[in-house]
């Protein structure tokens, strides 16, 4: 078991029945390049034991352990943490280098989950909306790391996005899906756990970026303010729609403008408020939302929803 410590960077303790139908293909193709730990890996063919391996998904059939990536191509997850990461670079041994540099700063700072893959032309955006961190490979095959980028911000996936690249004349288009970092390679880790500490700071401030809204007497619901695309007035409460779920609550419109910070929502039409940070067009009579979603807007408010987009992007 220590071998496969030693190899993963992981610990073994408290992993079980975390796997699919495939984890002993997945897990023979993870150690193809280490012989002497494939052959003891292969004795454990229906042994109990192998229910003690971490979370580890690569191989043929993609990742297993993660159902939302489920077609991703040589991929892998490692680790258990309170961060989620996710690292696409098609080269086999840079996504190694970078996938145990961010281990390692995961291993100081109370862990880290990883999913690696060496392709993105099979993975669904909407499945990383919940990543807290996206190191990209500008140039990857099929579809490179900036136009994955722009259809995560499409998909309202909030992740700090770093891009990793050989090509440093290329970090101004990082601006354009508000990148966090740019990363010239060789990678170094210094600049990984600088990186790391960063997005880490941006984790906890989302976190107490929240509200918690009353449904009926015992129930609570939290939402991250990310999570919110619009409100909208309905009778005497109001209802909240996020990317996946629509709920109500017994709040009038006006308690819910006053509940959520002026600064990222803006009162659009007598009948909505909209997260600004979710609109992708405005148009004179309608808004069309990140998921390609549409609100409308009002003429006695749109051109405070106007100025308040031109302030939020930077006059642009």
Known sequence: MQAIATVIGADLGGFADEFGACFEESLFTFFHDVPPVFDWVNGLRGNPIRKCIPQICCGRKGICANPGLKRAKSSFLVGEGSMQVFIAEDN???????????????????GVSITAVQCVAEVGPADLRTYDAVFLDVELPGKDGFAFAQELR?????????????????????????????????????RIDAAMDYIARNCRLKERRSIVLQRGISQQDRYFLTEILYVEASNHSSIVYTYDKTQSYALT???MEKLLPAEDFKKCHR???VNLHAVKGLRRNSITLVDGREILVSTTYFQSVKDALIALRGGQ
């Open 253 to 255: 419109f006006a308690q």
């Open 92 to 110: 086999y041994y840079e996504l190694e280098r970078l996938r145990r540099q961010v281990q390692s700063w995961g291993s100081r700072h109370g």
């Open 154 to 190: 499409g998909a309202g996936c909030s992740a700090d996005i770093v891009f990793v690249t050989n090509h440093p004349e290329l970090s101004l288009k990082g601006y354009t899906v508000h990148a966090q970092d740019y990363i010239i390679k060789p990678v170094e880790q210094e």
């Open 271 to 273: 009948g909505y408020i």
